[in-house]
């Protein structure tokens, strides 16, 4: 006698597992490839060109979405893309230490962002076939939860796992701690020609010049500070240190203003204000480190420069990887720290001189990932249920699966008020799409152009912490009041929530505050009411949805999400050069009409959302 599938489980023991499984792909082939080519010593010309390719699965997706609609079943899917995944990220791994890992490992990395991107359709669909209404409304907000902390994983637990591998699998680290400080003293470093490597007793180690490195936080002439970075690059590129990397310059003709930015530079534009100071830039000091002894012949020690912890407005500008063989073991590699020209105060970061097999580090941290979705196509493939209406579209032999494919695409476009839900997932968020692009160059631009001066570390801690919190508590909000009453109850607030906060940037550009928390608590409320009102913005997509191709119409969607988010941004910094930044917040915050009047006339059921008695 054979089991009876469940229909049901419990979705707290499926929803956070599965999108927490379809972020990590994503953030591996968007973020912690770069870091790791990086790494490894690909250029950033190659690193730029070949990692911006490999987004394009997820803005093409929509294109072959009704296939997972039409073909099996989302549950089946789901199981093999988790499948595919793993298979991906093993490939990753046993490429790295092969010659032309390159090619190789980006070709696994095509696999790995197709699978992610079906992954996502199927999970997106499945989301939907397995959950009642009420459900859907109330975990909105738990699997946006878990999809971040799937990017804070990639982001930072990954690259922290990298580190730890690296540091342990070759050459002892070497901490150096550097301290801004006024009133310091200006760093003066000897000339690198002056200092006279002699072997070290001991086993093979790196030496650094100075463990702790004072910088003052006064400002000096940029003239010098570009000096000398320059200085540090080409001794290091003299040494073989690392090669030049070849960029191509190109000469830009002056382009004519014209009669639409003529007018609105006239009258719209901020005062224009000579900027004092331009010619300064933050201080900086040298480093310089070498071997202890001559390696053996034809070894190559590989050295990565970085930062371990501390505050980010204290930055490597030059060296951060060095090649060291045994031609230039005595001689000194330089990198150049240098403090970010707005920090006044004081502050401290620890940086770390590492040499560990950086290809085995590599190979293991993607061991481990290949093991951790091995046990997510384990976990999954038991524990998601089997709802009864997921089922592939095409089931009649009689039926074309090629006639299908384009039928889903013509029953998505001939919905009732198709103008209507169009217009209102390209206007909803109109006034956010073009915020988030200038909000944090607003809050780093110097007091002088119109902005708060903060610290690159400053707006790290506002955004990537008390940012992350409250746009985290808004989406929890979001979905519990929204299975509780339904989405029509909360539609307006939530309209409100999303595009009122904007007005926080109203003020921050006139008032110009100089408190941390004053800011801090500004960006939060703003943060808040954006998870809060993405949360309508979500149902909704997944209200539109609804139907017998759900899935593929899901998809469709969020192409217009995509879609919504892209071409407002495009021309919002153009704008913002245009009219400053005090006029663009007021403007952002009359782009959010066009939500309010759309919104009026969105077709809703009064009762989705809300739970629903069973008898």
Same mark, same amino acid.
């Given at each position: 006698?054979?089991?009876?599938k469940?229909?049901?489980?419990?979705?707290w023991?499926?929803?956070?597992?599965?999108?927490?499984?379809?972020?990590?792909p994503?953030?591996?082939?968007m973020?912690?490839s770069?870091?790791?080519?990086?790494?490894?010593?690909?250029?950033?010309?190659?690193?730029?060109?070949?990692?911006?390719?490999?987004?394009?699965?997820?803005?093409?997706?929509?294109?072959?979405?009704?296939i997972?609609?039409?073909?099996?079943?989302?549950?089946?899917?789901?199981i093999?893309?988790?499948?595919?995944?793993g298979?991906?990220?093993a490939?990753?791994?046993?490429?790295?230490?092969?010659?032309?890992?390159?090619?190789y490992t980006?070709?696994?990395?095509?696999?790995?962002a197709?699978?992610?991107?079906?992954?996502?359709?199927?999970a997106?669909?499945?989301?939907?076939?397995?959950l009642?209404?009420?459900?859907q409304?109330?975990?909105?907000?738990?699997?946006s939860?878990?999809?971040?902390?799937?990017?804070?994983?990639?982001q930072?637990l990954?690259?922290?796992?990298?580190?730890f591998?690296?540091?342990?699998?070759?050459?002892?680290?070497v901490?150096?701690?550097?301290?801004?400080?006024?009133?310091?003293?200006?760093?003066?470093m000897?000339?690198?020609?002056?200092?006279?490597?002699v072997?070290?007793?001991?086993?093979?180690?790196i030496?650094?010049?100075e463990?702790?490195?004072?910088?003052d936080?006064?400002?000096?002439?940029k003239?010098?500070?570009?000096?000398l970075?320059?200085?540090?690059?080409?001794?290091?590129?003299a040494?073989?240190?690392?090669?030049d990397?070849k960029?191509r310059?190109?000469v830009?003709?002056?382009?004519?203003?014209?009669?639409?930015?003529?007018?609105?530079?006239?009258?719209?534009?901020?005062?224009?204000?000579?900027?004092?100071?331009?010619?300064l830039?933050?201080?900086?000091?040298?480093?310089?480190?070498?071997?202890?002894?001559?390696p053996?012949?034809?070894?190559?020690?590989?050295?990565?420069?970085?930062?371990e912890?501390?505050?980010?407005?204290i930055e490597?500008k030059?060296?951060?990887?060095?090649?060291?063989?045994?031609?230039?073991?005595n001689k000194?590699?330089?990198?150049v720290?240098?403090?970010?020209?707005?920090?006044?105060?004081?502050?401290?970061?620890?940086?770390?001189?590492?040499?560990?097999?950086?290809?085995?580090?590599?190979?293991?941290?993607f061991?481990?990932?290949?093991?951790m979705?091995?046990?997510?196509?384990i976990y999954?493939?038991?524990?998601?249920?089997?709802?009864?209406?997921?089922m592939p579209a095409?089931?009649?032999?009689?039926?074309?699966?090629?006639g299908?494919?384009?039928? /889903?695409?013509a029953?998505?476009?001939?919905?009732k008020? &198709? @103008? +209507? %839900?169009?217009?209102? =997932?390209?206007?909803?968020?109109? !006034?956010?799409?073009?915020?988030?692009?200038?909000?944090?160059?607003f809050?780093?631009d110097?007091?002088?152009?119109?902005g708060l001066?903060?610290? /690159?570390?400053?707006?790290?801690?506002?955004?990537?912490? &008390? @940012? +992350? %919190?409250?746009?985290t =508590?808004?989406?929890?909000?979001? !979905?519990f009041?929204a299975?509780r009453n339904?989405l029509?109850?909360?539609?307006?607030w939530m309209?409100?929530?999303?595009?009122?906060?904007?007005?926080?940037?109203?003020?921050?550009?006139?008032?110009?505050?100089?408190?941390?928390?004053i800011?801090? =608590?500004?960006?939060?409320?703003?943060?808040?009411?954006?998870?809060?009102?993405?949360?309508?913005?979500?149902?909704?997509?997944?209200?539109?949805?609804?139907g017998?191709?759900?899935?593929?119409?899901?998809?469709i969607?969020?192409?217009?999400?995509?879609?919504g988010?892209?071409?407002?941004?495009?021309?919002?910094?153009?704008?913002?050069?245009?009219i400053?930044y005090?006029?663009?917040?007021?403007?952002?915050?009359?782009?959010t009409?066009?939500a309010?009047?759309?919104?009026?006339?969105?077709?809703?059921?009064?009762?989705f959302?809300k739970?629903?008695?069973?008898?």
């Amino acid at each position: 006698m054979t089991k009876q599938k469940s229909a049901y489980r419990n979705p707290w023991t499926w929803v956070p597992s599965l999108y927490y499984a379809e972020g990590i792909p994503y953030v591996v082939v968007m973020t912690v490839s770069v870091i790791m080519y990086k790494r490894l010593g690909i250029s950033n010309a190659d690193i730029a060109l070949y990692t911006s390719w490999l987004y394009l699965p997820w803005v093409i997706k929509p294109l072959w979405s009704p296939i997972v609609d039409l073909l099996k079943t989302k549950r089946l899917w789901i199981i093999i893309m988790q499948l595919f995944i793993g298979a991906g990220l093993a490939g990753v791994a046993f490429t790295i230490p092969i010659p032309n890992f390159f090619q190789y490992t980006l070709a696994f990395f095509w696999l790995l962002a197709f699978s992610s991107a079906t992954h996502d359709i199927a999970a997106d669909g499945f989301y939907m076939l397995g959950l009642s209404e009420h459900d859907q409304a109330f975990f909105v907000g738990i699997r946006s939860t878990f999809y971040r902390l799937a990017m804070i994983t990639g982001q930072g637990l990954l690259i922290i796992l990298a580190g730890f591998f690296e540091s342990n699998t070759g050459l002892p680290p070497v901490d150096i701690s550097i301290k801004a400080m006024p009133q310091a003293g200006i760093v003066q470093m000897v000339q690198p020609e002056s200092l006279k490597v002699v072997p070290a007793a001991g086993d093979l180690r790196i030496i650094v010049s100075e463990p702790f490195i004072s910088i003052d936080t006064q400002n000096q002439p940029k003239e010098k500070i570009d000096s000398l970075k320059k200085f540090a690059k080409d001794w290091n590129i003299a040494n073989k240190f690392y090669e030049d990397e070849k960029t191509r310059i190109a000469v830009q003709e002056k382009k004519e203003t014209s009669w639409l930015e003529k007018f609105l530079a006239d009258t719209f534009g901020p005062e224009k204000k000579v900027i004092p100071y331009s010619d300064l830039a933050g201080n900086a000091a040298l480093v310089s480190m070498h071997l202890s002894n001559k390696p053996a012949a034809g070894e190559e020690i590989v050295v990565n420069f970085g930062i371990e912890s501390g505050d980010k407005s204290i930055e490597i500008k030059e060296g951060v990887r060095f090649v060291f063989n045994e031609l230039n073991w005595n001689k000194p590699a330089l990198a150049v720290i240098q403090l970010d020209p707005k920090l006044k105060r004081e502050a401290f970061a620890a940086f770390q001189a590492r040499s560990g097999n950086i290809p085995l580090a590599w190979t293991i941290t993607f061991i481990v990932l290949t093991g951790m979705f091995v046990l997510f196509f384990i976990y999954h493939k038991f524990i998601l249920p089997y709802p009864k209406s997921d089922m592939p579209a095409v089931q009649k032999e009689n039926k074309s699966v090629f006639g299908e494919f384009f039928r /889903t695409f013509a029953l998505f476009f001939k919905k009732k008020r &198709i @103008g +209507i %839900i169009l217009a209102f =997932l390209l206007l909803y968020r109109l !006034g956010e799409s073009q915020l988030v692009k200038l909000a944090s160059p607003f809050l780093l631009d110097v007091r002088e152009t119109g902005g708060l001066g903060l610290t /690159t570390g400053d707006v790290g801690i506002i955004y990537g912490t &008390i @940012g +992350i %919190i409250g746009l985290t =508590l808004g989406g929890i909000l979001g !979905g519990f009041l929204a299975s509780r009453n339904g989405l029509k109850y909360w539609l307006w607030w939530m309209l409100i929530a999303i595009n009122l906060p904007n007005t926080v940037y109203v003020y921050l550009s006139y008032a110009m505050p100089d408190s941390f928390f004053i800011i801090s =608590l500004c960006v939060a409320i703003e943060q808040f009411g954006y998870g809060f009102g993405f949360t309508a913005y979500m149902l909704f997509m997944i209200y539109v949805s609804v139907g017998m191709h759900k899935t593929a119409h899901f998809a469709i969607t969020t192409g217009f999400m995509a879609l919504g988010m892209m071409i407002p941004g495009m021309f919002s910094g153009w704008l913002q050069e245009i009219i400053g930044y005090q006029h663009f917040f007021v403007w952002v915050c009359i782009a959010t009409i066009p939500a309010f009047i759309i919104t009026k006339f969105i077709p809703l059921d009064s009762d989705f959302g809300k739970k629903k008695e069973v008898k």
